[in-house]
């Protein structure tokens, strides 16, 4: 299994809990406000002021509805209880107001309040509007209770006042009878049903399973070093959320088979649907989690696609290596951190066939100001070389271009008067780079993105895959010449298996001419001008 973070909504709605309409996959949000979102996370509506602040949501199914329901409730911070239409995104009435201090509540799939009140748990019917049934039970006014619902069975958690241990008691939810109580002699923070499992998460990460048949605790692990808060399951795997923000996915034995750090909160809450997974944040952010098959091509068909990635690249984008580069992206989305380029640019130097590449030009990173990096490496959309924005390395890449061309050394500001003056021609910054890369050149930062003003931020990240990338790459063409300009372009000298290698010192520090190394004496562009015309006019057949 791998999972991959999508874009979700945004922490400013202030969400205290959510759930999935079953009719169409639109999320709807409580906390401040009564909010719906389309399944693509569109907001359709917001209802602000109509209700107190809400703190959970339910679906319901109501008994003339046989399929799928609109019917959801939600519960604001005094108790009370509004029943809502996700198909009309209204409030439609109140359903319960319970007038007294409430312990703990929650609210059943056929629309079942279960609450505490004093020594009692009662089951009050909001369709039928009249109280069930009511048991005494053993519990006293400073004891701390919980009160979880699953597939029809309620589950009672009480805690002594100061103490650890857990006295828990599973009822059917029809008649309020006992079907498994036993005591734990530490505290749980979460309690999850599971068929005849009760899953018992521990402040300490560790997870245990009891039967209720047997009353006994069968089995338990530790599988994390942060508390357990929320449980969700699918017919296959569990999932627990953690306080430091991992999402952590087992099997029913809890045997471990990925984590993934979502936020840097605490999860939650988790919600499991249609081959998803929703994970909302402690500050109320949403993320829809992608659960996907290793052998789903669909998944890297996608992702070349999104971002126009060539055909010839597909053997190099794995499902491991495009979950890893859509997980890397979100979550730095989900830290607020702004990077450079824009998504749509970062694999802007792999649209254009590996077959068709004659020379690869290795950059470091892009430019880390805003705006200014294009996913080509070194470019720079101006008009003209004099530009004030024309950087130390371009200068240099134009004074070496000068001379290869020429045969004569002349200072940056006589090259650029004979541009002027029509006596030097070659295209402008903003035209140049697109015509050598439509001659066959690639220019390739080993860095793909880049925290913007944090030069090399991102390096770690992308070091490897960049490695890959120039093997694969020098694989599938082995007639390539690669222009090494500097130490960080070096390194990556090893992973090219085929092709021509031409190194000298890079464009950003230069000017010592005695220095055989100099970029200036380089022969970059003298020993390839016979493939590629870097004046960036038409070559010549």
């Not at 089951?123 to 519990?139: A, F, G, P, R």
């Not at 031409?502 to 390839?528: Q, R, V, W, Y």
Request: glycine share 4%; aromatic share 10%.
């Amino acid at each position: 299994m791998e999972v991959i973070l999508k874009e979700g909504i945004d922490s400013k709605y202030k969400i205290k809990d959510f759930a999935i309409s079953p009719l169409n996959e639109d999320i709807i949000t409580v906390g401040e406000d009564l909010i719906f979102f389309t399944k693509d996370l569109k907001l359709k509506k917001k209802l602000t002021k109509k209700i107190d602040s809400c703190d959970l949501i339910k679906y319901i199914k109501e008994e003339n509805q046989f399929f799928a329901s609109s019917t959801f409730y939600i519960i604001n911070s005094n108790n009370k209880i509004y029943k809502c239409d996700s198909s009309n995104m209204k409030i439609l009435n109140e359903v319960f107001d319970p007038n007294m201090v409430i312990n703990s509540i929650n609210v059943s799939l056929n629309g079942l309040v279960i609450y505490i009140n004093n020594s009692k748990i009662y089951c009050y019917d909001t369709l039928s509007k009249k109280l069930k049934i009511s048991k005494e039970i053993n519990i006293e006014k400073n004891d701390v209770s919980s009160i979880y619902i699953k597939d029809e069975k309620l589950i009672l958690k009480v805690r002594k006042y100061k103490e650890e241990k857990n006295q828990i008691t599973v009822f059917k939810l029809e008649d309020l009878s006992v079907i498994s109580s036993f005591q734990t002699n530490t505290n749980n923070l979460y309690l999850f049903l599971r068929g005849i499992n009760l899953y018992l998460a521990k402040s300490d990460g560790v997870v245990e399973i009891w039967d209720l048949i047997l009353n006994e605790l069968y089995d338990f692990k530790k599988i994390s070093n942060s508390r357990i808060t929320y449980i969700e399951n699918d017919d296959e795997w569990i999932y627990f959320g953690t306080s430091s923000g991992e999402l952590i996915i087992t099997t029913d034995k809890l045997d471990v088979l990925k984590r993934v750090k979502i936020f840097k909160q605490e999860i939650k809450k988790l919600v499991y649907s249609e081959d998803k997974l929703y994970a909302l944040s402690q500050n109320g952010q949403i993320v829809p989690i992608v659960l996907i098959d290793e052998d789903d091509k669909n998944v890297v068909n996608r992702f070349m696609k999104s971002y126009n990635i060539n055909k010839e690249y597909e053997g190099f984008f794995t499902i491991k290596r495009v979950i890893e580069i859509e997980n890397f992206l979100k979550k730095l989305k989900l830290k607020g951190i702004r990077y450079a380029p824009s998504n749509d640019l970062i694999f802007k130097a792999l649209e254009t066939s590996i077959s068709d590449k004659k020379v690869c030009i290795l950059g470091k990173d892009p430019y880390f100001q805003p705006n200014v990096a294009t996913g080509l490496a070194f470019e720079v959309r101006k008009k003209s070389w004099a530009s004030v924005e024309i950087n130390a390395s371009l200068r240099n890449i134009l004074k070496l271009i000068y001379y290869s061309y020429t045969n004569d050394r002349k200072e940056i500001r006589e090259i650029r008067d004979e541009i002027d003056k029509g006596k030097f021609k070659i295209l402008p910054p903003d035209k140049i780079f697109s015509s050598w890369e439509k001659q066959g050149v690639l220019l390739l930062n080993t860095g793909l993105t880049v925290e913007l003003n944090n030069a090399g931020s991102h390096i770690y990240f992308w070091e490897k895959i960049t490695k890959d990338l120039i093997k694969y790459i020098s694989s599938k063409n082995k007639n390539i010449t690669y222009l090494l300009w500097g130490k960080e372009a070096q390194n990556y000298e090893k992973e090219i298996q085929n092709g021509n290698i031409i190194k000298h010192n890079h464009p950003a520090i230069c000017g010592k001419l005695d220095n055989a190394n100099d970029f200036l004496n380089g022969e970059s562009f003298i020993k390839t001008m016979n493939i590629i015309n870097w004046l960036g006019e038409e070559k010549n057949e």
